[in-house]
Structure formats: structure tokens, C-alpha cells
């Protein structure tokens, strides 16, 4: 392709997606008590899952622009004319600034794009970027593909507790939340790049259940694409996507997959997340 794609870990890609697209994926990394480990290849989900129960500190840290340039000059060595890399909101992350500031450096032009997504919604961009690259486009049209996706992808969760996201700084003006946190089970939603409250549901079913219909409503009748996501609660992130599969017409590709170690980090045991992301 003429345009090479990067991206960051944070996108979860099927790692068969990653390898026939050819995409370069940068890892972020977790910090684990004094341990400092990259995403999809040092650290899992499970390992973080059970730091955070036996509150061992987790934070995160973005990857080093020599990480992003290092991704650019593997392009330009492999005969790319261009690139555009595209990156987890920079209302979340530093990884968007680090990837920009290695970009001005790059010997070929690199497109950075700040999608406003985490996870599959990332991801969707990223795959619509692979779909027009791999026909010829140019950069701006490939990043012009995954601005669009981007902008047409919503992504709802349900979280056990606000206090992972709460000691990340992540959840905005989701802090209201917080003063009953213990009575509601939350649901959130990506808003403007950053992690917004929507709904307080009093039980976890009651709140799972409102999820799949906000999702359902979201996808109306459609062609979309559907990913559920979630951390060590593998059985109802399954249960949830048969249910979805079957009540949603307009369904094409419906995903599964646990989110990684960065993302769990902030969110903790018991996520179920969907991303509705309209073709």
C-alpha cells in the first residue's frame, strides 16, 4: 500500500486483522508496582484484573515518540509514500502528542489523527483506513476514511465501580457520579473523546440490560458493525453479543474480545462495553 497505517495498542485489533493489513500497532505500557510492561506483549488483561484485586498500584504510561518514529521509518523502509497514524483520544492519553511530535521528524508524511475512540472504536477507524489504503488512496484519504468512521462510532459501557477510573483521572464529569457510586451501577459513554456519564441504574442486571437496549437503539436497522468488550467477565460479554446478534438487524461483523492491560487498568473487573460503529 502506498500509505502505511500505524496505530497504538489500545485499538485491540484481532491479531489476524493486525498481520494480514499490515498495520504497525505501538505498544502503551502498564506500570505494575515497579514494573514497567508493554501492552499485548509483557503484560494481560488477567495480570492487571489481579493487580487491581490485590490493590497493587497500576498505573499507565504512553510509548516514547522514538517508539512512533522507529513505526514511521519501518514504513518509509518498506517503500511507503506516506502514513497516518491513528491514535486513542488525546483527551485520555499523551500517546496522540507523542505520536505528533515524532511526526514532525519523519522522512516521509505521516498524518497523525487524534479519532476521539479507545478500543474497537479505534479500531473501526483504523480498519476503515486499512479498506481505502489497500485500494490506492492517498493520505488524505485514508485518514479522511477513518475521521468519518470515527465520527459515526459510539461506545456505551457498564462498570462495576467508578474507583479504578477515579484514581486514573479518566472519568470527567462522570465525578458526580461518585458521591453514590456505592447505591447506582454506572453507565458511561465516550463523549466528545472523554469518558462522560449517561445513565445510574440501581443493580447490575438492571444496568446490563439497559446496555444492550441503548446499544440496540444506537444501531436502529442499519448495516453496522458490532464489538463487545470487557475485563475477566468473559460468560456475559458472550451472553450479551448472542443476545445483540440476534436483535440486531443490521448486524455485518459482530467482535468479542477482552480489552487489554491499559484500558483495564482504568476501568477494572466486570466491564461490558459495546461499540456500535454504523458501515
Request: with cysteine; charged share 25%; net charge negative.
Amino acid at each position: 500500500m502506498p500509505v502505511a497505517l500505524v496505530t497504538d495498542s489500545t485499538a485491540y485489533l484481532p491479531d489476524e486483522a493486525v498481520a494480514r493489513l499490515g498495520i504497525d500497532v505501538v505498544p502503551l505500557s502498564v506500570v505494575l508496582g515497579d514494573q514497567v510492561l508493554k501492552e499485548g506483549i509483557e503484560v494481560t488483561p488477567g495480570d492487571v484484573a489481579e493487580a487491581l484485586r490485590r490493590k497493587v498500584q497500576v498505573t499507565t504510561s504512553r510509548p516514547n515518540p522514538e517508539a512512533f518514529a522507529a513505526a514511521y521509518r519501518a514504513a518509509a523502509g518498506r517503500g511507503a509514500d506516506g502514513v497516518v497514524s491513528l491514535h486513542l483520544s488525546a483527551e485520555l492519553s499523551g500517546t496522540y502528542e507523542a505520536a505528533v511530535l515524532a511526526a514532525e521528524a519523519a522522512e516521509i508524511p505521516v498524518r497523525v489523527v487524534d479519532t476521539r475512540m479507545v478500543a474497537m472504536a479505534l479500531g473501526y477507524c483504523v480498519l476503515a483506513a486499512a479498506e481505502v489504503a489497500g485500494k490506492g488512496g492517498g493520505i488524505d484519504e485514508v485518514a479522511a476514511a477513518a475521521e468519518k468512521r470515527a465520527g459515526a462510532t459510539t461506545g456505551f459501557f457498564y462498570v462495576d465501580t467508578l474507583e479504578y477510573l477515579r484514581r486514573g483521572g479518566r472519568i470527567g464529569a462522570a465525578r458526580a457520579m461518585l458521591g453514590s457510586a456505592l447505591a447506582v451501577k454506572p453507565l458511561l459513554h465516550l463523549s466528545g473523546g472523554r469518558i462522560e456519564p449517561l445513565e445510574k441504574v440501581r443493580t447490575s442486571s438492571r444496568a446490563i440490560a439497559r446496555l444492550e437496549e441503548i446499544a440496540i437503539q444506537q444501531a436502529g436497522a442499519d448495516e453496522v458493525d458490532l464489538a463487545v468488550h470487557h475485563l475477566a467477565a468473559r460468560d456475559g460479554a458472550e451472553q450479551l453479543a448472542e443476545r445483540l446478534r440476534e436483535r440486531v438487524p443490521g448486524l455485518r461483523e459482530l467482535y468479542v474480545g477482552e480489552v487489554g492491560a491499559v484500558i483495564g487498568a482504568h476501568v477494572g473487573p466486570g466491564l461490558l462495553a459495546v461499540v456500535v460503529s454504523p458501515r
